[in-house]
C-alpha cells in the first residue's frame, strides 16, 4: 500500500523570494501519528499548504494516497486530505456552528438528508452536537477548534493535518483534543500535527519528521529526540523525561526514554 | 459587539412568524407610512405599532434606547425647519439682538416628516426586536436578494465581532501603557496613536482575509457558494400574521388618500 | 448622517435607490475581476474591518468627539470597487441592527456615504496622490480625499431632503459649514492611518505605486 | 515591607452579567517570581488587569506596593505595573520598533535624551537594539514578544506581569522569554505570569497561585501542583516530573519531586 503523502524533493519560494521549503522529502505512513517539528520559521506551515493542494507544487512531487497532486486533482485532494488552521477564527467564518460544519459537505455536493447525517455525525464526534445552532462568537476557544476539527471530519478525509493545535489550549482542552486525535486514528485515519512541542510529541506520535530552515533535518521515530545534536541544530529542546535522564548515561541503554512509561520501568528496575 | 448575532430577547410570540412574512409586511407598512398625509392616521398608525411592539414583549426601555440613535437627525431638523420656513409667526424667541421666529407654515412642515420617522422607526423597532439578523439575511435569500449581499452580509457580522475583539484588546494594552487621547486634533500624539492602532487593525484584518480565504480553499470552496439552508414552510398563522398587518396598512393608506371621499359612504 | 425614514419622500428615495443599486451592481462585477473567489471572504473581513474603524472616537476640539465616516479610508486602502460594496454592507448592517438609518432612506444612505463618498474620495486621492510624490503626497491626498467625502456626502443628504420638499435650502450653508469642520477630522485621521499602513510596507494595489513607500 | 501586590476580596462581574472574580485574596512578595494557574476562564487575566488598573475595583481592595489602588493614582500604578498581552500584536502598533518602545516613556512625559536613554537601554536588555528602526509588524513572533516586552520596562515598572507569556513560542522563544525574566527578577523585579503550563509553573515560579471559576482555590509553594485532588478540581495537570513519580510513593518521600533537579537527585540516590 501506498503511504498516505510522500513529498520528494519538494521546494517552494514565496512571491516575495523567501525560499520557504529547500528540497524536502518526507513520507507519512497510512493510518499513523506524525508531528512535524520545528522552531518558528522552519517551513512547518508551508509544508502542511501542500499536503491540501493550497499551495501548488514548484519543484519536485508530492504524492498523496498514491496520486500525484496536480491542480487537476485539487477538489479530490480537498476531500481527502482535511486541514485544520491554527487559529479557529479563521476558519470558523460561518454564522452558526452547523452552517460552517456544513460548509465542506455541501462544497462536495451533499445535500438534504445525506448532509444532515454528515454534520451531525461529525458535529457528535466533536461532542458539540448540542451546540449546532449557536453562534460561533460565544464559544470558547477549546469549543471552537472541535467545531473546526468538526468541519474538517465532515468531508471524511482519509488524513487529517493540524497547525499548532494545542498553542492556546489549557490542560482540559489539550486532552479532549488528543483523545480526539487518538479515537480518529482508531479508525484509521493518518493524523500530522505540525508543533513546537517536543513533549507532545515524544508522547504522542509514531513518527517525528523536524524541519530547520526550509530542510528536513532528520524523520523517523520519536527516539530522534533525545538526540541531543540533533535537537541543538534544529533549535528545539529535548523532552522532560530524556532531559532528567540526561546525566545518567548507563540507564540511557539500551535506549533513552523519552514518554512518562519507559520514565517509570527504568525506575522500577532500579527499585 | 455581541449583541449583532444574539437572538432578540423580545418578542417571545412573535418571533414564531416566519421572518419573510414579518419582513414583507413591515416593509409595507413603513412604505405606507411614509407617504401618509394625515397626522391623525399617522398618529394611528404609531399607536398601532407600538402596540403591536409591546405586546410582542418589547421593553419600553429598549425602544427607548434605539430611539436615541436616529434622535440627533430627527432632533436637528425639528429645531430648525420650524425657524426657516418663510410663513406666519407664532411663537417668537428673542435672544439679544437677534429674533427667532417659529412660523406655522414651518411648523406644520416639521411635524410631518417626524412623525413619519416615529412611525417607521416603530416598524423597523418591531422588526429587528423580534428577528435576528440571521433570520432576516436568511429570509433575504428566500426572497431572492442578491446572495452576493447576504453572503458578505453574514461574513461581516461574523469577523465584525472578531476585529471589535481585537480593537478592544488594542485600546487596553494602549490604556495600560498610560496612554490618554489628548484634547484635540492637534495633539499630534493622540492622532498618531489612533491612525496606528487603526492601521494596524486593517493590516491585521487583511492578513485574516488571505488566511480565511485559504481555510475555505481547504474545504473545497471554489468561489460559488451552494445553498445548503432549509427552507421553512410558511404556516396558515404566518399568512394570517401577514395578511392582517398589510391590510390595515393598506386600509390606512386608503383613507389617506381619499379619506374626504370615503366619509359619505360611511353614512 | 444617516438620514432616517420619513425625510425623503417617495421620488427621491425610489431614485436614490436606484442609483445606488445600479452603482453596487457595476461594483461587485468590478471586484469580483479583481478578486475572483477571493471576493466575499476579503470584502467581508474588511467590512467588519471599516465598521470597527467608524467605532473608534477621537478628540476633535474643546471635549466634542468625532468618529471616522470611512469613505475615503476604505477607497485609499482597497480601491473604488471594493470600498464601495464594504460600505453598503456597513450601512446595511447599522439600518437591520441598530436601525441607524431609516429602511427606505437605506439607498440614498448608500448612495450619499457609499457612492458619492468613493467617488469623489478616488476623484482625488489617485490623482493627487501621483502628483505630489512621496508621503507628502499621500497625506495630503488622503486628507483632501477625506475631506471632501464628507462634504459631498453632507451636500448630497441637503439636495434629496431639498428635493423632498423640505424647506432645507436655508440651512444648506449652515450644514456644510459644519461639515467642513467635521471634515477636518476625517481627513487627519484618514491621511493618519493611510500614511501609517503605508509606512508598514502595504501598497494599496489599486494604485500600483509601490514607490511611495520605498524611501 | 509591603508586598508588591495584594488582593482582598476582589469580586468582579462583567457588563452581562458575568461573573470573573469571586472574593479572591492573593499576595505577591516583592522580587518574587509567582505564576497564576488556572483553566481558560478561571478569571486569570480578568485578575491581571486589576493590577494595572484598567479593570477598576469593584468589591473588595487591590493595594499595590503599600498603596490602595482608585481612579486617582491610575497614572502612578500604570508606571509601576507594567503588563505584557498575550498577543504582541494586540500590545505594538507603531510604525517602528524604536517608536513603539517609546509609546510607554512618552506617555509618562519623557522627552529627547532622557526618552532616548530609556527607549535604548529597554531595547538592549531584550537584545533587539539592532532592530529600532524596523517595522513591528514584519518580526517574528519571539522579536514580537521581545518588543513588547521592552516596551513595558522602558517604563521602569517595579512589577511586570505577563499573560500566557510562552503560548505560542517555539523552545528557543521561550528559553530566551524565561532568560529574561530571570535577568529582571535578579534586578529586584516582581514577576508575574498568568499561565496553564504546570511544567513552567513549576520549574520557574516561587510561588503558584491556583484559580479556579473566579475563587483562589489555593496558594503557596509549587509543590502544590504535586497534589492530586487540587490539580483535578482546577482542571489542570499535574507537571511531567510529578507524573513520573506518582506510581512510586515511597520516592516521593519527604516531597515529591516537581523540577529536572530533585527527580536528578531522587534518582542519584537510587543508583
Chains 1, 4 share one sequence.
Not at chain 3, 188 to 209: D, E, M, Q, Y
Request: hydrophobic share 50%; charged share 20%.
Amino acid at each position: 500500500m501506498e503511504p498516505a503523502i510522500e513529498v520528494t524533493k519538494l521546494s517552494f519560494s514565496y512571491k516575495d523570494g523567501t525560499r520557504a521549503l529547500d528540497r524536502c522529502s518526507v513520507t507519512v505512513e497510512r493510518g499513523t501519528k506524525v508531528a512535524i517539528l520545528g522552531p518558528n520559521g522552519s517551513g512547518k506551515s508551508t509544508l502542511l499548504l501542500h499536503f491540501n493542494g493550497i499551495h501548488l507544487v514548484q519543484q519536485g512531487t508530492v504524492r498523496v494516497l498514491g496520486k500525484t497532486v496536480n491542480q487537476h486533482n485539487e477538489q479530490w485532494l480537498r476531500s481527502k486530505v482535511g486541514l485544520v488552521f491554527q487559529d479557529p477564527d479563521d476558519q470558523i467564518f460561518s454564522g452558526t456552528v452547523w452552517e460552517d460544519v456544513a460548509f465542506g459537505p455541501v462544497n462536495q455536493g451533499l445535500r438534504g438528508e445525506e448532509l444532515e447525517a454528515k454534520v451531525r455525525q461529525a458535529l457528535r464526534f466533536v461532542n458539540m452536537e448540542q451546540y449546532g445552532h449557536k453562534v460561533p462568537y460565544h464559544l470558547s476557544y477549546g469549543q471552537k477548534k472541535r467545531v473546526a476539527i468538526a468541519g474538517v471530519l465532515a468531508m471524511d478525509p482519509d488524513i487529517i493535518v493540524l497547525d499548532e493545535p494545542v498553542a492556546f489550549l489549557d490542560p482540559a482542552g489539550k486532552r479532549a483534543l488528543f483523545e480526539l486525535l487518538n479515537r480518529l486514528n482508531r479508525q484509521g485515519k493518518t493524523i500530522v500535527t505540525a508543533t513546537h512541542d517536543v513533549d507532545l510529541a515524544a508522547r504522542w506520535a509514531d513518527k517525528v519528521i523536524i524541519l530547520c530552515r526550509g530542510r528536513v533535518l532528520t524523520q523517523g521515530e520519536p527516539a530522534l529526540l533525545t538526540d541531543k545534536t540533533i535537537v541543538q541544530e534544529a533549535e528545539l529542546e529535548l523532552p522532560t523525561v530524556t532531559e532528567i535522564f540526561a546525566p545518567f548515561p548507563d540507564l540511557c541503554q539500551p535506549k533513552t526514554p523519552v514518554t512518562v512509561e519507559e520514565a517509570r520501568s527504568i525506575i522500577k528496575q532500579l527499585l | 459587539m455581541q449583541g449583532i448575532e444574539d437572538k432578540p430577547s423580545a418578542g417571545i410570540w412573535i418571533r414564531g412568524v416566519d421572518a419573510r412574512v414579518k419582513m414583507i409586511a413591515v416593509v409595507i407598512f413603513i412604505i405606507n407610512a411614509t407617504t401618509l398625509q394625515d397626522k391623525t392616521l399617522l398618529l394611528t398608525t404609531a399607536f398601532l405599532l407600538l402596540g403591536i411592539s409591546l405586546i410582542a414583549g418589547i421593553s419600553p426601555v429598549h425602544l427607548v434606547k434605539r430611539l436615541a440613535v436616529i434622535l440627533p437627525f430627527g432632533g436637528v431638523m425639528v429645531s430648525v425647519i420650524p425657524f426657516v420656513t418663510p410663513g406666519e409667526p407664532v411663537w417668537t424667541l428673542q435672544l439679544g439682538a437677534f429674533k427667532l421666529a417659529v412660523t406655522k407654515e414651518g411648523w406644520e412642515a416639521a411635524i410631518l416628516p417626524c412623525l413619519r420617522m416615529l412611525t417607521a422607526f416603530l416598524g423597523m423597532a418591531f422588526l429587528t426586536s423580534t428577528t435576528s439578523l440571521r433570520e432576516m439575511t436568511h429570509a433575504l435569500n428566500h426572497l431572492k436578494f442578491p446572495k452576493i449581499l447576504i453572503l458578505l452580509i453574514d461574513f461581516t457580522v461574523r469577523y465584525i465581532a472578531v476585529v471589535m475583539d481585537e480593537l478592544n484588546r488594542m485600546q487596553t494594552a494602549r490604556k495600560a501603557r498610560g496612554f490618554k487621547p489628548g484634547r484635540g486634533l492637534w495633539d499630534r500624539h493622540t492622532v498618531k496613536t489612533i491612525g496606528s492602532t487603526l492601521a494596524m487593525l486593517f493590516l491585521r484584518s487583511y492578513e485574516r482575509a488571505e488566511r480565511v480565504y485559504l481555510a475555505m480553499l481547504s474545504r473545497g470552496y471554489t468561489g460559488r457558494y451552494k445553498c445548503c439552508g432549509h427552507c421553512h414552510r410558511i404556516k396558515k398563522l404566518d399568512l394570517s400574521f401577514g395578511a392582517a398587518m398589510i391590510t390595515v396598512s393598506w386600509a390606512i393608506k386608503l383613507v389617506d388618500m381619499g379619506g374626504i371621499q370615503w366619509s359619505p359612504l360611511l353614512k | 448622517m444617516h438620514i432616517p425614514d420619513g425625510f425623503l419622500d417617495a421620488k427621491t428615495w425610489v431614485s436614490a435607490t436606484v442609483i445606488s443599486t445600479g452603482a453596487l451592481g457595476y461594483s461587485i462585477a468590478k471586484t469580483r475581476e479583481q478578486l475572483s473567489d477571493r471576493q466575499v471572504p476579503r470584502l467581508g473581513v474588511m467590512a467588519a474591518f471599516i465598521f470597527a474603524a467608524q467605532m473608534v472616537n477621537f478628540p476633535i476640539a474643546g471635549g466634542t468627539s468625532g468618529h471616522l465616516l470611512g469613505a475615503a479610508l476604505a477607497t485609499a486602502l482597497l480601491g473604488p470597487w471594493s470600498a464601495v460594496i464594504v460600505l453598503a454592507t456597513v450601512l446595511m448592517i447599522q439600518c437591520f441592527v441598530f436601525q441607524d438609518g431609516g429602511l427606505t432612506a437605506l439607498g440614498a444612505n448608500i448612495l450619499n456615504m457609499g457612492v458619492v463618498g468613493v467617488l469623489v474620495s478616488a476623484g482625488l486621492y489617485g490623482p493627487l496622490s501621483r502628483l505630489v510624490k512621496g508621503k507628502t503626497g499621500v497625506v495630503l491626498a488622503s486628507f483632501a480625499a477625506s475631506w471632501a467625502s464628507v462634504m459631498a456626502a453632507a451636500f448630497m443628504t441637503g439636495a434629496e431632503l431639498a428635493l423632498s420638499g423640505i424647506p432645507f435650502a436655508v440651512v444648506l450653508p449652515a450644514m456644510l459649514g459644519v461639515h467642513a469642520l467635521i471634515g477636518i477630522g476625517e481627513g487627519v485621521i484618514t491621511a493618519a492611518v493611510v500614511l501609517a499602513v503605508l509606512n508598514a510596507g502595504f501598497s494599496p494595489n489599486w494604485l500600483r505605486k509601490g514607490d511611495v513607500c520605498s524611501e
